[in-house]
């Protein structure tokens, strides 16, 4: 059995950032769980069981990426799951000191558990899903942004004024 990765995330929506960030971790790793977790420091656009159908069908043609919820601790999922290591992205200097801390308190947690870090490709170094959102609600084009089928669940919730 080869090395599972977990990527955890909100994912609200995901973009073409985090599918990058993935398809550079699956050359690192045999098995990718992408983990759909809460944060409490945001409100979703999307329900849950919305992001899950972006993520799957995002993924669906990649046989070593499997997606599933989870609630409560990063540390408890990964270690459900066999996994030894968490992927994160860091698109700029902004994200690395919360990514930093949260990678102490998860080897504080379980010190069998690594982080590791990965860098997007420079056309998306700026990309966050707040962006998307953002951007997606004034109008502005983001269709190059997100896969197709994201984009046009954005243009929906928007067009309804939920956005």
Do not use: C
Request: hydrophobic content about 40%.
């Amino acid at each position: 059995m080869g090395v599972t990765a977990i990527y955890p995330g909100t994912f609200d929506p995901i973009t073409n950032g985090h599918i990058d960030i993935l398809l550079r971790s699956l050359r690192l790793f045999d098995h990718i769980k992408i983990g759909i977790g809460p944060n409490p420091k945001k409100t979703a656009l999307f329900s849950l069981e919305e992001r899950i159908y972006m993520v799957r069908e995002s993924v669906r043609d990649i046989s070593t990426v499997s997606v599933e919820a989870f609630d409560g601790l990063l540390v408890d999922f990964a270690r459900k799951h066999g996994a030894k290591v968490i992927i994160r992205g860091l698109r700029a200097v902004s994200d690395f000191e919360y990514e930093f801390q949260m990678a102490l308190m998860n080897r504080k947690l379980d010190s069998d558990i690594e982080t590791v870090f990965l860098m997007p490709s420079e056309e998306y170094s700026y990309l966050t899903s707040s962006i998307i959102k953002v951007v997606g609600s004034l109008g502005g084009d983001i269709s190059t942004l997100v896969p197709k089928h994201v984009y046009i669940m954005l243009k929906d919730k928007f067009k309804d004024g939920k956005g």
